[in-house]
């Protein structure tokens, strides 16, 4: 069976197939990973004049991915419990047929462990710039979006139900605040990414009896192939402590679980009885093969998706970490690396997909209006309560709170919330314009403006080339 007929192209998986993110993390760019930190690894040891210096070119033609059957790889990984080992024999083979002299310094003092975990990191970090740049592009326009309805009062919700005014600007804004803050804590965790280089047991002893007395040191060794790689130099290997493992997938998690947020709000928000806003429109998306009325928030639909799925993936990293055992974990390392790149395209398409509905999603102020207009005054009862109640004490402590209450109860019966207040309030206390005032939503936004040009300026995002 050919690499077509195995290869996962992301039939079930829409939320992240067809994405930049899904070719960085294919079977084929982890491969390249792998030939890329051992074809790196041969560079260091000639650098250090511990292999002959013609061996990386003589290596180099044979360190490409569309060389090798994927299928047939993963199908002899079984033999070894890691696509490593077969990858060297076929490597190995390849060579010996074109430069058999250089066949020797192959993998040299390295472990399967150091070249996985390493291509793992690398692949990671490939893949950490195409979701960030859509990370960014998302903050742009979400940025714009709440810069843009600042003020378009709105009503906010609790618990699914109106409670006071708001501003859409607001809502965009705490959008921008999640994905900001995500984007930023995984801009962090991707530049500190680490090689994994420790050898057979995390003591480097294979290297450190290659290395000859006077030449390069076994640590500074690793610290080149690091810089070569654009990876971070750890203080140690980790090959049990499977903490930059989890970090970045926690970092991936919250991604999702941020842009999961938004897209919760416009699967609510766009359904047709509440209809504030609608997601971009392009041929061919959103249809139903049943019924051609309907346009389906399907950008919307798969960020949820993906971050519904997240916590599973990022819990099976944690239990990992927390299981690894000895000196090389059994099991419990194998189960990071499927859990790791699914969550890597996970985060890769709905990245791509939230940026793409932040720059597109369209506001109908007028249903944001009608909306706001169902709740009537009472969506201010709580500016009501501390401006009316102490004014009708009558030196009765609490008494104000419930003669206002009650005219709440009346207005939820059905009559005029206004006319209840200037029949309870002397107009000396209270006038006409005053409660106008006092009734108007636009009046009661707290801090709204400042909020929103706070959290834009702090994550100002930028627009794709």
């Not at 960085?24 to 390249?32: G, I, N, P, V």
């Not at 030939?35 to 061996?55: M, Q």
């Not at 919307?300 to 000895?326: E, F, N, Q």
Request: with cysteine; proline share 6%.
């Amino acid at each position: 069976m050919g690499s077509a007929e195995t290869a996962d192209y992301g039939l079930l998986s829409p939320a992240w197939a067809g994405t930049r993110a899904a070719a960085l993390t294919s079977d084929e760019a982890l491969l390249q990973a792998m030939l890329d930190v051992e074809l790196e690894w041969l560079r260091v040891l000639a650098s250090a004049g511990l292999i002959d210096s013609r061996v990386p070119d003589a290596v180099a033609p044979a360190c490409q991915a569309s060389r090798y059957d994927a299928a047939d790889l993963a199908a002899r990984a079984q033999g070894g419990g890691n696509p490593v080992i077969p990858l060297l024999a076929d490597l190995r083979a390849i060579v010996r047929e074109e430069a058999p002299w250089a066949v020797g310094p192959i993998h040299k003092a390295a472990t399967s462990q150091d070249i996985l975990d390493t291509a793992l990191m690398l692949m990671s970090s490939r893949a950490l710039k195409t979701v960030l740049d859509d990370v960014h592009s998302a903050e742009a326009a979400l940025g714009g979006l709440a810069r843009k309805h600042a003020g378009t009062v709105s009503v906010a919700r609790t618990l699914t139900q109106h409670s006071l005014p708001s501003t859409f600007g607001l809502k965009a804004a705490q959008w921008l605040h999640g994905v900001g803050q995500a984007g930023a804590a995984l801009e962090a965790v991707a530049a500190a990414l680490p090689l994994q280089w420790g050898g057979a047991s995390g003591t480097m002893a294979a290297l450190t009896t290659a290395v000859q007395q006077g030449q390069a040191k076994p640590l500074e060794l690793a610290a080149d192939l690091a810089a070569r790689l654009g990876l971070a130099d750890p203080l140690a290997p980790w090959q049990t402590n499977r903490l930059p493992v989890t970090a970045l997938g926690s970092g991936l998690a919250d991604l999702l679980a941020a842009a999961g947020k938004i897209s919760n709000d416009v699967l609510l928000l766009s359904r047709p009885e509440i209809g504030e806003v609608s997601e971009p429109r392009e041929a061919g998306r959103g249809g139903s093969s049943a019924m051609p009325q309907k346009q389906n928030p399907v950008l919307s639909v798969l960020i949820r998706s993906a971050a519904l799925a997240a916590p599973g993936y990022a819990a099976m990293l944690h239990a990992a970490a927390g299981a690894a055992d000895d000196e090389r974990p059994g099991g419990s390392w194998h189960v990071e690396w499927q859990a790791l790149r699914q969550l890597l395209r996970l985060a890769g398409g709905a990245a791509a997909k939230l940026a793409e509905l932040a720059a597109g999603l369209s506001v109908n102020g007028d249903a944001v209006a009608r909306n706001l207009a169902l709740a009537g005054p009472l969506v201010v009862s709580e500016k009501v309560m501390a401006r009316v109640a102490p004014l009708l004490e009558d030196g009765v402590p609490g008494q104000g709170k419930k003669r206002v209450q009650h005219l709440v109860s009346l207005s939820l019966a059905g009559e005029d919330f206004a006319a209840l207040l200037r029949a309870e309030v002397p107009e000396s206390d209270l006038s006409d314009q005053d409660i106008a005032q006092l009734l108007d939503p636009a009046n009661y936004l707290g801090q709204s403006d400042a909020l929103i040009e706070r959290i834009v300026s702090a994550y100002p995002g930028r627009k794709r080339p």
